[in-house]
């Protein structure tokens, strides 16, 4: 059975740093497509950044060139996949999910999709920027 456990969330500050991880367990297969959701209370999950195993990547305009999704590596049959956050804004708090599916996605030709698109959900870490 897949897992996925996000970690690394937190309050932080305006301009401030923060990586989240992601860690995908029972993980077999060849290939597969990971991304990174945000979600504000009451609101749906949107979509913030997408790595396909091939290392493509995809991001929303709103975190170009502040945010980075890579993968760690895997042993076995686990995944870790990192959001590297950098200079961080109020607008960046929300509740960061981490989901994953089978098979690529072909982000090299095709944005990164929304979340019905994705199988494996983690529960979440929360990410508070305050001022």
């Known amino acids: 059975q897949v897992q996925v456990v996000e970690s690394g969330g937190g309050m932080v500050q305006i301009g401030d740093s923060l990586t989240p991880t992601c860690v995908v367990t029972e993980y077999h297969w060849l290939s597969y497509s990971a991304g990174w959701f945000r979600q504000h209370i009451g609101g749906d999950r949107a979509r913030v950044a997408g790595f396909d195993s091939d290392g493509s990547t995809d991001y929303v305009n709103a975190v170009k060139g502040r945010f980075t999704i890579s993968s760690q590596g895997k042993r076995d049959r686990t995944l870790t996949l990192t959001l590297s956050m950098s200079n961080v804004k109020p607008e960046d708090t929300g509740l960061y999910f981490c989901?994953?599916?089978?098979?690529?996605?072909?982000?090299?030709?095709?944005?990164?999709?929304?979340?019905?698109?994705?199988?494996?959900w983690g529960q979440g870490t929360q990410v508070t920027v305050s001022s």
């Open positions: 989901a994953i599916k089978r098979g690529e996605w072909g982000l090299r030709l095709h944005p990164m999709p929304d979340s019905s698109a994705f199988t494996w």
